[in-house]
């Protein structure tokens, strides 16, 4: 269990080299060496992801994860949960894709929406039954604030983050009574492989950052954070800005 200073003995991370992911369990295990389960494809990214957790002194498992096989996601949950407990289950799996590709493109559009908004579903699912039976865990969901008003430049992607997100924030809700909570994170652009060679927007920031948000908000059971802090009055903003004018905007 999440002991009283809000430290995990065991985490898991559904997309187990997501950079972003990586970094809030190496933030985790800064305090003292965990249980850590990565869920992910095999491939050298997650033997390194391996190898890196286990320097820190974790117990690092694996378990062959795909987003798109929908059909394997209960059982890739319920092999995570074999060996005991997951005090925190980080769902930070997905695809940016190409922006006028997914528009344009069917076989691109149902790409983007299956894993980003279909396997997450499937995964929180299968996640919150076990954590409901456990009786206790914290659930890390993370949206974007691409999905609080969707822009032109990347609407099916975050049209796929808005579902995504509405899905977590009911779970938050749906979880409460159970003495599970949910964080869902909303960060802006953070500097990892999937962005790399695209320009950086204001208030850009890294994976390291986003962790230091996401590990805080676990321990004080906070429903919902955005990463960094200020674009939660940014996207205020933006969101009750009338349609004519929003168009305008260079976003």
């Known amino acids: 269990m999440i002991d009283a200073v809000g430290n995990p003995q065991a985490v898991l991370l559904m997309g187990g080299t997501s950079d972003i992911g990586l970094a809030v369990v190496e933030a985790f295990a800064s305090d003292r060496p965990m249980r850590v389960v990565l ?7 997650l033997a390194a992801a391996q190898a890196r957790l286990a320097g820190l002194g974790c117990a690092v498992e ?6 798109r096989a929908l059909d394997t996601h209960a059982d890739v949950v319920r092999k995570a949960f074999v060996g005991g407990d997951i005090d925190v289950a980080i769902v930070a799996f997905g695809l940016l894709g190409d922006a006028e590709q997914a528009w344009t493109d069917v076989a691109a559009a149902v790409e983007l929406a299956q894993v980003n908004y279909t396997a997450a579903v499937s995964v929180g699912v299968a996640l919150a039954e076990h954590l409901r039976a456990q009786g206790h865990g914290a659930l890390v969901a993370f949206s974007s604030v691409a999905g609080e008003r969707v822009r032109r430049s990347n609407f099916v992607y975050g049209s796929t983050k ?3 997100d509405a899905f977590y924030t009911g779970l938050t809700e749906a979880l409460r009574p159970d003495g599970v909570g949910v964080t869902v994170v909303r ?39 955005w990463a960094p802090a200020p674009l939660r009055i940014v996207m205020s903003v933006l969101r009750h800005l009338p349609r004519a004018v929003f168009r305008r905007l260079p976003v």
């Open 62 to 67: 694996t378990v062959e994860f795909d987003a």
């Open 39 to 45: 869920a992910a494809r095999p491939s050298s990214r």
């Open 162 to 164: 808005a579902g995504m």
């Open 187 to 225: 960060p802006g652009f953070v500097h990892t492989r999937m962005t790399e060679g695209l320009k950086p927007a204001p208030l850009s920031t890294t994976p390291e950052a986003v962790a230091a948000v996401v590990v805080d908000a676990v321990r004080k059971r906070r429903g919902l954070v």
